[in-house]
Structures are given as structure tokens and as C-alpha cells.
Nanobody, 124 residues
Framework: QVQLVESGGGLVQAGGSLRLSCAAS????????MGWFRQAPGKEREFVAA????????YYADSVKGRFTISRANAKNTVHLQTNNLKPEDTAVYYC?????????????????WGQGTQVTVSS
């Protein structure tokens, strides 16, 4: 099993920035990719970004490309999501996820482990 704990959400004005973090523990040797998804009220969960732990490739949704950056911390069991130039439409609960059998997937059903979520609210 892998446990994921997110931190860093909050309330920010449009144009501002937040840095989300996700710390993994447990059987971290089994992780191949870590990603971020988000879910706004009344909407389906959507892919935001992913970081392959094999090769280090990164993947982004078109809606966040150029504004968000996913990175793996020196501690290596932690990934960050730097969110810049935030927009009201970025408001959602952001979930960290880990996959053991896929590289850079954008599909939520290919991630086996999930964090509890952290709220990001962007005011206009």
C-alpha cells in the first residue's frame, strides 16, 4: 500500500500562486507515476499533471500548460505542483494520485492510490 498526504491548498486571488505538495509513504518503490487531478463542484474529476518516476517525463492538461509545473522533490517521495497565474476556473479540490502500472497516464482509473484532497479556491 501507498499512502499519500497533500498540503498547500488555500484561498488566493486571481493571478496568484499556490504550491501544492504530496508526500508518499509505504511501498513507494512500486510507484511509476504520480499525478494531480482536480474536481470542481458538479463536474467530473479531471487530469491536471503527471510526473513519471521512470525517466522523469512530465505531462500536463492543455488548460494548465504554461501555468502549472509538476516536479519531484529532492526527498524523491514528494511531488509538488506549482500553480501560477491562477484563474477562478481553477477552483477545485485537488487530489494527488499514484500509479504502479502506468507511465504518465491521464486516466484516473489507472491510478491505484489517492490522497484525501486539498481545496484550492481562486477569487475573481
Amino acid at each position: 500500500q501507498v499512502q499519500l498526504v497533500e498540503s498547500g491548498g488555500g484561498l488566493v486571488q486571481a493571478g496568484g500562486s499556490l504550491r501544492l505538495s504530496c508526500a508518499a509513504s509505504g511501498r513507494t518503490f512500486s510507484i511509476s507515476t504520480m499525478g494531480w487531478f482536480r474536481q470542481a463542484p458538479g463536474k467530473e474529476r479531471e487530469f491536471v499533471a503527471a510526473h513519471s518516476w521512470i525517466g522523469g517525463s512530465t505531462y500536463y492538461a492543455d488548460s494548465v500548460k504554461g501555468r502549472f509545473t509538476i516536479s519531484r522533490a529532492n526527498a524523491k517521495n514528494t511531488v509538488h505542483l506549482q500553480t501560477n497565474n491562477l484563474k477562478p476556473e481553477d477552483t477545485a479540490v485537488y487530489y494527488c494520485a499514484a500509479a504502479s502500472l502506468t507511465i504518465g497516464s491521464r486516466r484516473s482509473d489507472e491510478y491505484q492510490y489517492w490522497g484525501q484532497g486539498t481545496q484550492v479556491t481562486v477569487s475573481s
